[in-house]
Structure formats: C-alpha cells, structure tokens
C-alpha cells in the first residue's frame, strides 16, 4: 500500500528570514557598552548604531558614566575599552541607513533615554 509523503513541517515566522533592521529594543541597552568599529567583527554585536550629529534626529540620548555601578538605566552607559568587560559590544557604522538605531551624547544624565517611542 503506498502511502503520500509527509508533508514538511511549517516554518516558524522567527526561523524563516533574519530580522530586519530596527527591530532592535534600544530601552534595553545599558550598562558596560564596547563599541566596536572593525566591520569584521560586526556580525558578533548585538546592534549596528549611528553616532548622530544633530540630537533632534537621534533614537536614543546617551550620557558617558564614569562609573559601571551607576550605568542602570536606558541611555547611560558606561564605555569599557576592551569588549571582553562588555554588557553589549555595539557595531559603529558611518552609514545611517545600516543602523538599528542611532545616538547622539548629552552631557546631562536626565536627559538620557529614548527621544520617541
């Protein structure tokens, strides 16, 4: 008795294509940040940024701490010089359109966070 062949199990929507661009929650990035420029090693970052001129057209606000203890919260962040002491090891880019998201640095802690939403 033949049988028909199984049919192939669906794809979840997750598997099928990698995500696109910008899809990437950038209220979830704090803490010790490395940011990486060598387009080498862009496929081990969790997220491609832009560094925005202008603040008005910046995703994020980002406040330089001094201290990792006190980098708690979205837009404070503390840069580590080596990716190894890294929360998030970010890729620089120079072109807008590749970014997840872009920045731009206050020097006022309160202002740090997400500009819209």
Not at 15 to 40: M, Q, V
Not at 100 to 109: E, G, L, M, N, P
């Amino acid at each position: 008795m033949a049988t028909a062949p199984a049919a192939p199990a669906p794809i979840s929507p997750k598997l099928a294509a990698p995500a696109p661009f910008g899809t990437i929650d950038a209220s979830k990035i704090f803490g010790s940040i490395y940011l990486e420029t060598d387009p080498r090693r862009k496929s081990y970052c969790f997220a491609v940024i832009y560094e925005e001129p202008e603040q008005a057209f910046a995703d994020v606000l980002v406040y330089k701490e001094d201290s990792k203890l006190f980098a708690d919260k979205a837009g404070v962040w503390y840069f580590t010089p080596t990716r190894d002491f890294a929360d998030y090891a970010l890729f620089v880019t120079k072109d807008r359109g590749q970014a997840d998201f872009s920045i731009h640095y206050t020097k006022v802690r309160s202002y740090a966070g997400l500009q819209r939403q």
